[in-house]
């Protein structure tokens, strides 16, 4: 069965410096975003992502943020100055067909910010 | 604004009984999904069902059930003679169109942690 895969696992990086988590969302998807839960609190909306572009995306995303599909398989969440609050669970997650198709989350990239 | 409520933070039960998680949603859609999560210790996010305003039927699956009212805007989750490999966090989940290309984004809840004791 196809799946969404997340890399890497776990990254542990220093406050002000730059992340990239890579996402390989189902290859015939066409939609993807990414989510993020703090540590014993909810999942939250990110940004959505279609057809090279933004969708939408939330308040949380600002311009430390920045999302890519550099290729045709990946898909990038970049943080350009990581703060310790961004430490958190990323999950990405793609849909294809049928804009009420649901979505299918990676296993998550646990960022710890130091 | 949309939102799910799930009131409940921890249930703790003993292996076997029932338990019912419940879940209340707003929004002003008339078409909309619901559906729930389930994050074991590891992390992931695990699929358990999804269901369309337009499907009040509820769903049995095993030994777990889903009740979906929209006159309580409601999709409350039971668990039957509950076992301890369910012991996680439970969400609930609504999506919502918001996205300049239908995008349709999901709005969780905060979750019910299930402990189910041997």
């Known amino acids: 069965e196809p799946e969404v895969t997340q890399t890497p696992s776990h990254q542990v990086t220093q406050m002000g410096q730059e992340v990239i988590l890579r996402c390989v969302p189902i290859s015939n998807h066409l939609y993807f975003y990414w989510y993020r839960q703090i540590l014993g609190q909810k999942v939250e909306f990110l940004v959505s992502?279609?057809?090279?572009?933004?969708?939408?995306k939330s308040e949380i995303f600002d311009d430390q943020f920045s999302v890519e599909r550099p290729d045709g398989s990946n898909f990038t969440l970049k943080i350009r100055s990581t703060k310790l609050e961004d430490s958190a669970m990323y999950f990405c997650?793609?849909?294809?067909?049928?804009?009420?198709?649901?979505?299918?989350f990676g296993p998550g990239t646990r960022l710890t910010v130091l | 604004a949309q939102k799910v409520t799930q009131a409940q933070t921890e249930i703790s039960v003993v292996e076997k009984e029932d338990v019912t998680l419940d879940c209340v949603y707003e929004t002003r859609d008339t078409t909309y999904y619901l559906f729930w999560y389930k994050q074991p210790p590891s992390g992931e996010l695990v699929f358990l069902i999804r269901?369309?305003?337009?499907?009040?039927q509820n769903e049995i699956s095993g030994r777990y059930s889903w009740n979906f009212q929209k006159s309580t805007s409601s999709f409350n989750f039971t668990i039957t003679a509950s076992q301890v490999v369910d012991s996680a966090v439970y969400f609930c989940?609504?999506?919502?169109?918001?996205?300049?290309?239908?995008?349709?984004?999901?709005?969780f809840g905060t979750g019910t942690r299930l402990k189910v004791l041997a």
């Open positions: 989940a609504l999506s919502e169109a918001g996205g300049l290309s239908g995008t349709y984004k999901y709005i």
């Open positions: 997650a793609s849909n294809g067909k049928g804009l009420r198709d649901t979505q299918y």
């Open positions: 992502f279609y057809n090279n572009e933004i969708s939408e």
């Open positions: 269901r369309n305003s337009f499907d009040e």
